[in-house]
């Protein structure tokens, strides 16, 4: 393999955002993502950081959402009340999450493994996630796939995402037309049925199998009759991955 899974899940994403729309991201690869978007085919991309920052032109990958170098050329650098009243008001297009558990709904859990009250491992918890995941228009998901990612139900709810399905969120008090809008894991691209909310295969990574997909969830994924297959890392866009993280604190 000329490329990591980290990598291919970078490139993948990227390609989700669009030119001249607004981004929400978190420490770790959605930044990597989203500046992979920035300095290929989305110049005009605005990213909004959690601490503050918006429209920053970022010459290396930052540590966190609060490093100063996220602050770079930015056409304000704000404060994370800021940037929640901006999400909660609907200016954000996109929101950029991790996540420990995922269901079939697009629920998202970062906080707890296990019961709450005594988990068998504790998370860092929401952060903004759940405002990201609650106001933006369109949430997209980067994580690692496997039978205990992919759950029937998460441990605990950290971030909405359908809820128990169609109708749910609204009833919830939630804004219509948001929530979650791609799940981009090492072995494909995922969306949402428009009818059940219920996670769908939309492509495959390279050498994928739709029963490497089946058997790396526990909840059964909805597998249209037809599936693409992602394309690999161009070189160019590898080059721009180690420009943006020349240690590999991420992609390697």
Same mark, same amino acid.
């Given at each position: 393999?000329?490329?990591?899974?980290?990598?291919?899940?970078?490139c =993948?994403? =990227? @390609?989700?955002?669009?030119?001249?729309t607004?981004?929400?991201?978190?420490?770790?690869?959605?930044i990597?993502?989203?500046?992979?978007?920035?300095? /290929?085919?989305?110049?005009?991309?605005?990213?909004?950081?959690?601490?503050?920052?918006?429209?920053?032109?970022?010459?290396?990958?930052?540590?966190?959402?609060?490093?100063?170098?996220t602050?770079?050329r930015?056409?304000?650098?704000?404060?994370?009340h800021?940037?929640?009243?901006?999400?909660?008001?609907?200016y954000i297009?996109y929101?950029?999450?991790?996540?420990a558990?995922?269901?079939?709904?697009?629920?998202?859990?970062? *906080?707890?493994?296990?019961?709450y009250?005594?988990?068998?491992?504790?998370?860092?918890g929401? !952060?903004?996630?759940?405002?990201?995941?609650?106001?933006?228009?369109?949430?997209?998901?980067?994580?690692?796939?496997?039978?205990?990612?992919?759950?029937? +139900?998460?441990?605990f709810?950290?971030?909405?995402?359908?809820?128990?399905?169609? !109708?749910?969120?609204?009833?919830?008090?939630?804004?219509? @037309?948001? !929530?979650?809008?791609?799940?981009?894991?090492?072995?494909?691209?995922? *969306?949402?049925?428009?009818?059940?909310? +219920?996670? +769908?295969?939309?492509a495959? =990574?390279p !050498?994928?199998?739709?029963?490497?997909?089946?058997? #790396?969830? /526990?909840?059964?994924?909805?597998?249209?009759? @037809?599936?693409?297959?992602l394309?690999?890392? #161009?070189?160019?866009?590898?080059?721009?991955?180690?420009d943006?993280?020349?240690?590999?604190?991420?992609?390697?």
């Amino acid at each position: 393999m000329k490329y990591t899974s980290a990598e291919l899940m970078a490139c =993948s994403a =990227s @390609k989700i955002l669009e030119d001249k729309t607004s981004v929400f991201v978190g420490t770790g690869l959605p930044i990597i993502a989203a500046l992979l978007a920035q300095r /290929s085919h989305a110049p005009n991309l605005l990213i909004v950081f959690e601490a503050g920052a918006i429209g920053a032109q970022i010459p290396v990958l930052p540590v966190s959402v609060g490093d100063s170098r996220t602050e770079n050329r930015a056409i304000i650098a704000s404060s994370m009340h800021e940037v929640m009243s901006a999400a909660q008001a609907g200016y954000i297009d996109y929101g950029f999450l991790g996540a420990a558990q995922i269901d079939m709904y697009g629920n998202i859990n970062t *906080t707890v493994i296990g019961d709450y009250h005594h988990p068998k491992v504790r998370l860092p918890g929401s !952060g903004g996630a759940n405002d990201v995941g609650s106001f933006s228009r369109r949430t997209i998901i980067l994580m690692r796939q496997d039978e205990k990612r992919f759950v029937e +139900k998460v441990d605990f709810i950290t971030t909405p995402g359908y809820l128990t399905g169609p !109708g749910a969120r609204e009833e919830a008090g939630l804004p219509a @037309k948001t !929530g979650p809008y791609r799940v981009v894991t090492q072995l494909g691209i995922y *969306t949402f049925d428009d009818e059940s909310k +219920k996670m +769908k295969l939309l492509a495959l =990574s390279p !050498g994928v199998s739709i029963e490497d997909v089946r058997n #790396s969830s /526990s909840f059964e994924i909805v597998i249209p009759e @037809k599936v693409e297959t992602l394309p690999e890392p #161009s070189e160019e866009q590898l080059k721009i991955l180690h420009d943006i993280d020349p240690t590999g604190i991420v992609i390697r």
